[in-house]
């Protein structure tokens, strides 16, 4: 089959109506609790407290003090594109109290996280104090305690030097670190629900295992909405070591000289220096011919275009969409098994190709 090639600008995914999507770069997502599209509810966006950050805090005012169930949810929707474990870190404050005539600073001091998406948990989680926290906690709604005795806002969350870890499924000495394995290319959403009354959340953040909790922690760090790269970017860093489509990384350049050009090979999930060739399979089913091939998923977010010709004679002039129609047959693990249709009506034979463009 042939192929050829037209540039063209990509467009990038966008996310739901009125929600950020934030992008994980170089190993971080930081995102103010203030900036969700989702109700408050009994939360309340204040700014009267000093040293917060973005456009102020929120400080949630219902149940009571001590504890309470999970309501007013708020959601956080971020994407991965290095994968691997990341820790969630919280830059919280609780409150002091007075309960029962007594002073209380143990109080006003936690909240619910959950993370909704495909990952995994850590291959540290277990069941006991101190593990790395197992799935069914990480994606159901748990306690996350933090704070510090003189109401200010602290950093909570991260390796914290070993610390015993701040998700608290309940009991005592049964705390478990809230860390998480994303995947490349997925996109996540935290929901956070309060707990105690008169908890605070200022700002919020992942960041790798690799890196200290401090890379997350300065205030003066903006926070990650700008998308790092394009899909067709990072495949190049990938198998290239630029995002640059240039020299042996140039879309139209064929790295392993195995007839298809690098961007048929990012267009078809395969590795440009691989003994691979695209997927592809054709046959004749009645009047119809059916041309299948695989497809990578992130080519087709990325605005790629599939487009499937036929001609009788080969001639360049020839080449004719009509008729042709195509549908996603099956998709995992980012690859789409696509099924185009080519009517034969009077002809004794039709070629086909497959095209794909920028
Ligand atoms: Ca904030
Ligand atoms: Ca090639
Ligand atoms: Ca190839």
Redesign the pocket.
Known sequence: MKRFITPLALAIVSPSIGQTLYHESNGIVIMEAENTASPLGQWIKESSDPNFTGEGYLRFDGNIYTHGPAISPLEYQFRIHTPGLYYLQLRCAETNQIIDGEHRDDVSNDCYVRVDGDYEASPNAGDNHTDDAPLSLLKNNTKFFGGKNDGSFVWQGGYENNFQGRLDPGGHQNKRVAIYKFKAGETYTLVIHGRSKAFKIDRIAFNHAELPDSAVRSLTLAETVTPPTTALEEWRMLHFGTKEGTGNAASTF?????????L??FATG?D??ATTVAEKDISINGETIELRYSRALDAVESDLLFTVFWSETLHPESWSTAGVSQFVEQQSDGIQTVLATIPMEESKRRLARLSVSE
Do not use: K, W
């Open positions: 064929d790295a392993n000289r195995d007839g298809e050009s690098n048929l090979e395969q440009p220096f």
